[in-house]
């Protein structure tokens, strides 16, 4: 029986929606993001696609483009990213999955996006992509700072971890203390738990690289992400100076782990290592590791090696789709670079 | 099932068994679901399918790419005799 696309008519459909998601990416609560995700994104409403076999009940999977504000060489885009992809175990025949992926390009073909983007995590997620002839534009890696080895020597040596502990954390200080450099001049860190206000929205407009693709990071694109966010909660930390915002970082925390979300503004060469050094204060009691996930290119990636960052290991791949024969395919295909982290490619 | 048919699973499943560690753990038989078992995802229906190509000179095009054709030994054997007409 042959297998199609469909749009999703959310309003209508949310409850076959909601039940095929949930079966096949079970992880994710996706009842409490619907509207959040789905509906309130600033940047617009999500586009869905049902893949069906038969009739148009029988749903088979799923998937969906969220869209996405981006600055493209110096301008502002409307882009898109592919998110919440699905198949039936029974279906992962590679053809729906064709299928949905060559639907998510619609919007593009159609003119309502400049681009759209996926960043399949693991090598499965890139078989369309190879079916299709579509190379990935870049990678995106994790990269670890140890904080503390308290955890992984207790885990390993029970009672007998406590000197053992001591030592690793006095050596795993020493070693970020030989990075570290003076704070940026008069920069002042602090905590940002207020909504983002329009300061942030100008800061993101005046940072502009011509040969770079990178998320816009307005204040309604802020709030929505990490102070509206249901599922999530986030610390923002900023570096102003004389009052004036010069850059900030979202972290996103675990029991274990401060997650850098995002690291973002000017004068990097002070602010960079301020925030960094600020985070590294600020939990090197609490937590065992700071992670941060950069794209190859990314300019923060230099002052997070300096930091004593390493490199752990590839977390993602990052390919676009944009009309063929294009003026946007013609910059993707001029490699640019992809000043991607956590905030362009998690949702 | 014929001599070729014979032949044609015991290419694919020698193929398989090769390549996935899991249908070597699951002692796969040629009836066995290789989708739903997670013996295959999509990257090995990828490499699956260039096998097929190469190995037996048939052309696969993306609407072939269903479960009917790929669920199991069986039915990719014989979605390739129906495509080689032997």
């Known amino acids: 029986m042959s297998i199609s696309v469909r749009p999703v008519h959310h309003e209508s459909e949310n409850q076959e929606f909601l039940t095929i998601l949930q079966t096949n990416l079970p992880s994710l609560p996706h009842e409490r993001r619907f509207k959040w995700l789905y509906r309130d994104n600033p940047d617009g409403p999500a586009w869905s696609w049902f893949a069906f076999q038969g009739t148009p009940s029988q749903v088979i999977g799923v998937t969906s483009v969220f869209p996405r504000s981006m600055w493209v060489g110096g301008a502002l885009q409307l882009c898109g990213q592919v998110g919440d992809f699905a198949v039936s175990a029974s279906h992962r025949s590679l053809g729906p999955a064709l299928l949905l992926q060559r639907a998510t390009f619609d919007p593009v073909d159609h003119g309502e996006l400049a681009f759209c983007y996926d960043c399949p995590p693991h090598p499965a997620g890139m078989s369309t992509f190879r079916r299709l002839g579509i190379r990935p534009n870049c990678k995106v890696h994790r990269y670890a700072l140890p904080l503390r080895v308290d955890n992984q020597l207790r885990k390993r040596l029970g009672a007998a971890a406590v000197v053992p502990a001591a030592a690793g954390n006095l050596l795993l200080r020493l070693h970020r203390l030989s990075a570290r450099k003076p704070r940026g001049r008069n920069l002042e860190i602090s905590v940002h738990q207020a909504a983002f206000g329009e300061e942030f929205s100008k800061l993101d407009a005046a940072e502009q690289r011509p040969n770079a693709i990178r998320g816009r990071r307005s204040a309604a694109h802020l709030n929505w992400r990490y102070k509206q966010d249901p599922l999530q909660q986030y610390e923002v930390l900023t570096a102003r100076r004389k009052g004036e915002l010069i850059a900030f970082a979202v972290l996103r925390l675990t029991a274990e782990v401060v997650t850098i979300v995002d690291l973002f503004g000017a004068e990097l060469d002070d602010t960079a290592f301020s925030l960094l050094t600020a985070i590294v204060d600020r939990f090197e009691r609490s937590h065992q590791t700071v992670e941060a996930f950069l794209s190859e290119g990314s300019e923060l990636v230099a002052y997070f090696l300096k930091m004593r960052f390493q490199l752990r290991s590839e977390a993602a791949q990052v390919v676009a789709y944009a009309r063929p024969q294009s003026e946007m395919s013609g910059f993707l295909e001029k490699n640019p670079i992809w000043s991607f982290s956590q905030a362009e490619i998690g949702a | ?86």
């Open chain 2, 1 to 86: 099932m014929n001599m070729a048919g014979n032949h044609l699973n015991a290419q694919i499943r020698k193929f398989i068994l090769d390549k996935f560690p899991l249908a070597r753990k699951q002692q796969i038989k040629d009836s066995d679901p290789l989708l739903e078992s997670g013996v295959l995802d999509s990257l090995g229906v990828l490499d699956l399918v260039s096998f097929v190509e190469q190995e037996f000179s048939v052309h696969v095009a993306d609407d072939e790419l269903t479960p009917e054709n790929f669920q199991t030994i069986d039915r990719i054997a014989a979605f390739i005799e129906s495509k080689s007409g032997t």
